[in-house]
């Protein structure tokens, strides 16, 4: 079963900010929220991840809502290279089970 | 930090032979490694864990005989491809788990195999 849901695609301007939503109603507690990207024809890459307070790095920053049953991946100023596909996946570090399980994930597309 | 080097990155070979590819962590160990494969349009579908100096793990409907993984090393997992059909035409994509803290996953770069 999917832990995580997604709009398949969306639009955004260049230099405007890229918010991309997932729900994870049924996360647990242990459990913490993983966003990567992958451009196409490449490698998945690590963007960010949190498990209840927001986080910002270099890349973008996570907005992890209070009851955790969603959360907002931001790319503050979109560029052409944004344009990827963008999975959340939701997972339990050093819980036993190491798979990483993707989704269908939001495909983003950065418009000039 | 956190290098996962994929070797090849594209292949072209002959239906009924093999190729194998390479999953190298660079700067880190790595005692778990997963292989993937990824069909056009669509999201990575997990094949197997392998793990360092034990069998791999295969998920259901992966031939474990036609994908072969050897895990070796702390560093290094390959996966052979066996007797190659133009099916297994794909895009394949090794990720490394790093042994410590809530960092997770690096992944290669990805191969694509092409079998004519």
């Known amino acids: 079963d999917a832990k995580t849901t997604q709009p398949p695609s969306m639009d955004c301007a260049e230099g405007r900010a890229a918010n991309l939503p997932c729900n994870h109603s049924t996360i647990s507690g242990n459990e913490y929220v993983y966003w990567y990207r992958q451009i196409h024809s490449q490698g998945p890459q690590y963007i960010i991840h949190?498990?209840?307070n927001n986080e910002t790095n270099e890349m973008a920053s996570l907005i992890i809502t209070e009851d955790r049953k969603s959360s907002t991946l931001i790319l503050p100023h979109a560029t052409l290279r944004d344009t990827a596909v963008y999975y959340c996946i939701v997972r339990a570090p050093n819980a036993g089970n190491e798979k990483l399980t993707f989704g269908t994930g939001t495909r983003l597309t950065i418009i000039p | 930090g956190a290098v996962v080097s994929q070797h090849p990155s594209w292949v072209i070979c002959k239906s009924g032979t093999s190729v194998k590819i390479e999953c190298r962590s660079l700067?880190?160990?790595?005692?778990?490694m997963f292989w993937y494969r990824q069909f056009p349009k669509q999201s990575l579908m997990l094949m197997a864990t392998?793990?360092?100096?034990?069998?791999?793990?295969?998920e259901q409907g992966v031939e474990k005989d036609k994908f072969l993984i050897n895990h070796a090393s702390l560093t290094l997992s390959t996966l052979t491809v066996t007797s190659a059909h133009p099916e297994d035409s794909s895009f394949y994509i090794c990720?490394?788990?790093?042994?410590?803290?809530?960092?997770?996953?690096?992944f290669g770069s990805g191969t694509r195999l092409t079998v004519v």
């Open positions: 990720s490394a788990l790093r042994d410590t803290g809530t960092y997770g996953y690096t």
């Open positions: 949190g498990l209840k």
């Open positions: 700067d880190f160990q790595a005692t778990t």
């Open positions: 392998s793990n360092e100096g034990s069998k791999a793990t295969y």
